[in-house]
């Protein structure tokens, strides 16, 4: 781990992005700097609840306390296409290799009569929540609503940031975001990743817009930047977000996509709680005019590919991921 202190990720106050007063433009300008140095940066000052993000993590504490049998009654099996649910410790791989992680999958809570539904689109439908533990689908809504809520004014910051209209994301990509929603549990004792290569979450990037982390007060989240692997730890009260492949594509790599890794170096489970604010399903995938030549991280990253090959639609990128691994969300050929 390198000491230098100019490799800490920025943490960056977005009050003013949050509240629409101030100077926005000031914020935007930070969150512009940290998305090309890092790809990571923390925010504070975010407004959501903290009372509301505590009972979320009691719940999800008493939901993974329970035994394998009571967990698996909401296994993502029964979450057809809309890929919800459950799965067990080393049931989700990460470069082929199975995490030391179980989780849940939400995403928007959308009802059968929904268009989207109705015409089979995978990653849409409805949620599967814990009938034994009834709080926590009330905690999931609100908190995926005022996460929902701060992914916008995110992406208002980052279109300000870029020189584009305040509206710019919102128009083009984030009308109707693709909301998924990830708890996640890291069981302890973890084998040393360095010598047992067992990773929480082995080394990847997030494919879609950015990403709204919360973690527990464990740490062992760690991003690699300018080729080093530096620490992400905990701090009270923030939040970490990151860019995914898509906002890489559309900057033409001059906001990173960053890969990271994790693990629990505790001796007690590790709860993470992944917030993934990404495009409209059906938005096409384009890059803007920006100064300077395109960046491909292609070699620096962990499945050496190029994000600026792509072209299509969010939904074409994510099934094109996902479905190597889940082959029942592939389209239907119609
Ligand atoms: O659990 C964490 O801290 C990060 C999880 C992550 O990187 C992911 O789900 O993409
Ligand atoms: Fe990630």
């Known amino acids: ?70 967990k698996q009654q909401i296994n993502m099996s029964r979450g057809g296409r809309a890929w919800r649910g459950y799965f067990p410790v080393g049931g989700e791989l990460t470069s082929g290799k199975p995490d030391i992680k179980e989780g849940i999958y939400f995403g928007a809570e959308l009802q059968d009569d929904h268009a989207l539904v109705k015409a089979g689109t995978p990653l849409h439908g409805s949620n599967l929540f814990p009938t034994n533990i009834p709080q926590m689908r009330e905690l999931v809504l609100n908190y995926t609503g005022a996460m929902t809520r701060l992914g916008h004014s995110l992406m208002t910051g980052i279109s300000l940031s870029l020189g584009l209209e305040e509206s710019f994301f919102a128009t083009h990509y984030t009308s109707d975001p693709l909301i998924l929603f990830r708890i996640f549990n890291y069981p302890a004792p973890s084998l040393n990743p360095e010598t047992e290569s067992s990773w929480g979450v082995g080394e990847h990037t997030d494919y879609g817009m950015l990403t709204i982390l919360r973690q527990d007060m464990s740490g062992g989240l760690q991003v690699k930047i300018k080729s080093q692997w530096i620490a992400a730890p905990p701090i009270p009260n923030s939040f970490v977000c990151n860019i995914g492949d898509m906002l890489d594509r559309i900057t033409g790599g001059h906001y990173l996509s960053t890969p990271h890794r994790v693990w629990n170096p505790t001796n007690h489970n590790r709860l993470s709680f992944a917030f993934f604010f990404d495009p409209n399903f059906s938005a096409p995938v384009k890059p803007i005019k920006i100064n300077g030549q395109v960046k491909d991280n292609k070699k620096e990253r962990w499945d050496n590919a190029s994000v600026h090959e792509f072209s299509g639609t969010y939904g074409d990128y994510l099934l094109g991921k996902v479905s190597k691994v889940f082959p029942q969300l592939r389209r239907k050929v119609l």
């Open 1 to 70: 781990m390198p000491q230098s202190s100019d490799l800490d990720i920025p943490v960056i106050n977005v009050s003013d992005l949050v509240s629409g007063t101030g100077n926005p433009h000031e914020v935007a300008a930070k969150i512009g700097h940290a998305c090309r140095e890092y790809g990571f940066f923390y925010i504070i000052g975010h407004g959501v609840d903290e009372e509301l993000q505590q009972q979320l993590e009691k719940v999800s504490h008493q939901f993974f306390a329970q035994d394998i049998e009571t």
